[in-house]
């Protein structure tokens, strides 16, 4: 096991097209640290320098106590999973599990130690003869992942390993990654587009965008505390809804917007340092779908909004409202890059310049499509931010 830096790293194209501009990362010993960001912010190409298959254009690289700029990947001591798997084909899976160490002059007797305690651990006992044309995707990716284990290396480098499986299936990798790192303990850096996965893997999240740092931190606090507008756009499923809101002050604080007034408690006022200085200005506001509750089963304190219904999703556990606000949609590049994935450009537009929220409600509300509702919000969690720079007002790191 070793901890892993990157400090001031940059990777320069031809062209002068950064894929990393002066990348800072410190990951622990034993930490699993997950790199997410949209296509093409850097993720991979962070990953692939750690690993040394990407030539930094500067700044240092260190794993354990060695600078490894120089080092070619062979002589890194990390393991690299990969989407495709790369297996060898013509090799059943022992075979596969067996040869990185074969490549290193291992005993045999050693080999044949570690290959059967990984394939005990992975649940491959059954299929170590098998080539791997005869296993299934799940099956497959476990072999990739015995085969970086067995090597007992100090890091694994992992680049986007389950997008290939189904639905179901990458939820039961994920577990399974989970609970391998809790075994191992050994350093893991993930890299993957997929938030939800972002948030159920790792330790911290490293959040990045056109290979800047974003912000780096535990799910939760990149959930509930996102230091700009591309933070909260992106780490959240369905994503923040946005609108611009005047902040007045009556009997107390509050925001407007859409002939909506949302009283902002004073608490919430004071945890974020210079919100009282945006009084009378325009402010970006955004409201998490969970921050929404039908006002029948919410805290009666809580602030009411009326809306029309016009979709709602039954999801079991839940209910999600979809409903239009009488606003336009934010126009503002951090939120277009956080969509940027899912094929949309910040929030959905409607005619007439209303835009589309989401709510995520208690799954016996009786809100219905094509009906009013009346929502309560949790305005304790409002999020602010300024709509020039795109920072969070108040957040400890602007």
């Known amino acids: ?46 990953l692939r320098s750690i690993a040394g298959l990407e030539e930094i254009s500067s700044g240092t690289i260190t794993i354990g106590d060695r600078v490894v700029n120089d080092l070619p990947p062979k002589d890194r001591d990390i393991a690299m ?45 059954d299929y170590l003869k098998r080539k791997p044309a005869a296993l299934s995707g799940g099956q497959r990716q476990r072999v990739a992942m015995g085969r970086a284990i067995v090597r007992e290396p100090q890091a694994f480098l992992m680049d986007e390993p389950l ?31 997929d938030q939800v996965e972002a948030m159920t893997l790792g330790q911290r999240v490293c959040v990045l965008r056109d290979g800047k740092l974003q912000q780096v931190d535990t799910p939760q606090a990149l959930y509930n505390a996102p230091v700009n507008l591309f933070v909260a756009g992106f780490i959240g499923s369905p994503a923040m809804n946005f609108t611009a809101a005047e902040l007045v002050r009556d ?48 805290e009666p304190t809580w602030p009411r909004m009326t809306v029309e219904s016009s979709v709602t999703e039954e999801l079991g556990s839940e209910v999600q409202v979809i409903f239009a606000v009488d ?15 899912d094929g949309e450009d910040g929030t959905i537009p409607l005619a007439g310049n209303k835009t589309l929220w989401t709510a995520r409600v ?15 919000v949790n305005t304790a969690n409002l999020q602010f931010f300024d709509p020039a720079s795109g920072l969070a007002i108040g957040h400890p790191a602007n």
């Open 1 to 46: 096991m070793a901890k892993i830096g990157l400090e001031h790293v940059d990777k320069v194209y031809p062209g002068g097209v950064k894929g990393i501009d002066n990348l800072t990362l410190a990951i622990a010993d034993s930490e699993f640290m997950v790199l997410v960001g949209p296509s093409g912010c850097g993720k991979s190409t962070a």
């Open 81 to 125: 999973v990969f989407q495709n798997y790369a297996l060898y084909p013509h090799m059943t899976v022992e075979q596969n599990l067996a040869f990185g160490l074969q490549q290193r002059k291992t005993p045999k007797d050693e080999i044949r130690r570690r290959v059967t305690e990984i394939a005990k651990m992975l649940g491959l006992e």
């Open 163 to 193: 997008p290939n499986l189904d639905a179901k299936l990458r939820v039961s990798m994920r577990a399974s990654l989970s609970q391998l790192h809790e075994r191992l303990g050994v350093t893991t850096v993930y890299v993957t587009h």
């Open 251 to 298: 009997d107390g604080p509050a925001a407007v917007f859409a002939g909506y007034k949302l009283a902002v408690p004073d608490r919430a006022v004071e945890a974020r340092q210079g919100l009282d200085g945006y009084v009378g200005r325009e402010v970006i506001l955004g409201i998490r779908p969970s921050d929404f509750e039908d006002a029948e089963l919410a």
């Open 327 to 341: 606003a336009p949609a934010v126009q503002h590049a951090s939120i277009s890059d956080a969509r940027a994935d």
């Open 362 to 376: 208690a799954a016996r509300s009786r809100i219905r499509p094509g009906s009013s509702a009346t929502l309560a």
